[in-house]
Structure formats: structure tokens, C-alpha cells
């Protein structure tokens, strides 16, 4: 597609219920990365995917969060028995290559409200 | 470590005035500087990056930035301010040695343009 695509953009849910995020990266981009922002504050890195190599999972806040991708497509962010502290934006971001010079293209987020 | 830090979370300057967002960074090694902004409501979208060579980098609808190594800077700025460069602005950096997932962005600056 033309950019990153999120979905849903919004997400209500209650507390303790699991929910999944989805993102759809630019064709070709072979780096996808999650990072949450909270409200007010910056972006707090979740996880990074390049390729086929394993992911960088150091970012993700508990076990319940996980995240996958298929190959250099769609990824998925999960996040079990929500809580509230979990309220934020989650973006999805892709990048061309390997090296540290690439710029990040960010989707428009999915905004979730746990209740 | 790698850290930024925008010291101001608001800017207001006048429309035609001289605009500038500051950043400074902590990083290991050489950094690669990266500013982007956030309209209301929409994704962040990529403005310019400092990798290499000349300090001076022209990004964007007008705005350049300053890299200056001693002072570990990477200021944005743009000669005339215009009301639509009201935005969220964040700086984010990586090193050289970093992995190429974790970039480091600072907790934004407001830039609000008034007429």
C-alpha cells in the first residue's frame, strides 16, 4: 500500500479482556517496529522485526504483551488480560534496509481505551 | 545508554517569525539525528536526519536542523514560521552501534504558530 496502515484506529475495551492490533507495513520494507505513546509523553519502544531474524523483544513492559509477524507482512500486536496503564496510542512503524540511516514510516496509530 | 531530551514542551512564536525546537542527545559513538512531526490526529511523518557530512540538513516544508557535536545538539528551525506548522515535534536519535529497532525520541515539543 501507499503507507503504513493500522487498524483498529480505535479500540474500548474492558478491563481484563485481550486485544489484538494489526499493522500493515509499506511493501518492501523489510523493518517493523511497535512503540506506544502515552498521552503527554514521548515514544516508548515496544519491538523491532527485520526480516527473517529473530525479533528484539527487549522493549515489550510484561508477558503479556507478544507480537509476530509473518515474513516482511502484516504483525500483530497482542496484549492479554488488558489493563488499564495499557491506555495509549500503539504505532507501527516500517523502514527500509538494514542500517541505523533509515527514517522510520510511522502508520496513524491504534488508540486503545481499556475501561 | 542513548537519550534525548527537548527541553521545552511548548513553542509559540508569531506567523513569518523565526522558529526553533531545541534537542540535545546522549549517545555512544557517532549519532544519527532524526527530527518528526505530528499533525493533530495523524501519524508522525518524517521531517529530515542528520547521518553524515555537512551539519547543516534542509528537510521538509522548509525546515533544516544544526547538528553541532560539541554541544550535542540537533536544534530544528525554519526562517518563517507558518500557522500550519502548529505541531507536535519529536527528535530522535541512534548510534552508530545501536540496534537499528531502538531509536531513542524525546517527549515532543508543541509549536503553536499564532497569526
Known amino acids: 500500500g501507499a503507507g503504513v496502515s493500522q487498524s483498529p484506529s480505535n479500540k474500548v475495551t474492558e478491563k481484563g479482556k485481550d486485544v489484538e492490533l494489526r499493522c500493515d507495513p509499506i511493501?518492501?520494507?523489510?523493518?517493523l517496529y511497535w512503540y506506544r505513546q502515552r498521552l503527554g509523553q514521548g515514544l516508548e519502544f515496544l519491538i523491532y522485526f527485520q526480516g527473517n531474524s529473530a525479533p528484539d523483544k527487549s522493549g515489550l513492559p510484561s508477558d503479556r504483551f507478544s507480537a509476530e509477524r509473518t515474513g516482511e507482512s502484516v504483525s500483530t500486536l497482542t496484549i492479554q488480560r488488558t489493563q488499564q496503564e495499557d491506555s495509549a496510542v500503539y504505532l507501527c512503524a516500517s523502514s527500509y534496509g538494514l542500517a541505523n540511516t533509515g527514517e522510520l514510516f510511522f502508520g496513524e496509530g491504534s488508540r486503545l481505551t481499556v475501561l | 545508554a542513548q537519550s534525548v531530551a527537548q527541553p521545552e514542551d511548548q513553542v509559540n512564536v508569531a506567523e513569518g517569525n523565526p522558529l526553533t525546537v531545541k534537542c540535545t542527545y546522549s549517545?555512544?559513538?557517532?549519532?544519527?539525528l532524526f527530527w518528526y512531526v505530528q499533525y493533530p490526529n495523524r501519524g508522525l511523518q518524517f521531517l529530515l536526519k542528520y547521518i553524515t557530512g555537512d551539519n547543516l540538513v534542509k528537510g521538509s516544508y522548509g525546515f533544516e536542523a544544526e547538528f553541532n557535536k560539541s554541544q550535542t545538539s540537533f536544534h530544528l528551525k525554519k526562517p518563517s514560521a507558518l500557522v500550519s506548522d502548529s505541531a507536535l515535534y519529536f527528535c530522535?536519535?541512534?548510534?552508530?552501534?545501536?540496534?537499528?529497532?531502538?531509536?531513542?525520541f524525546g517527549d515532543g515539543t508543541t509549536l503553536t504558530v499564532k497569526p
Open positions: 511493501s518492501g520494507h523489510t523493518a
Open positions: 530522535a536519535v541512534r548510534g552508530i552501534n545501536t540496534n537499528a529497532g531502538k531509536s531513542t
Open positions: 549517545v555512544s559513538g557517532n549519532p544519527y
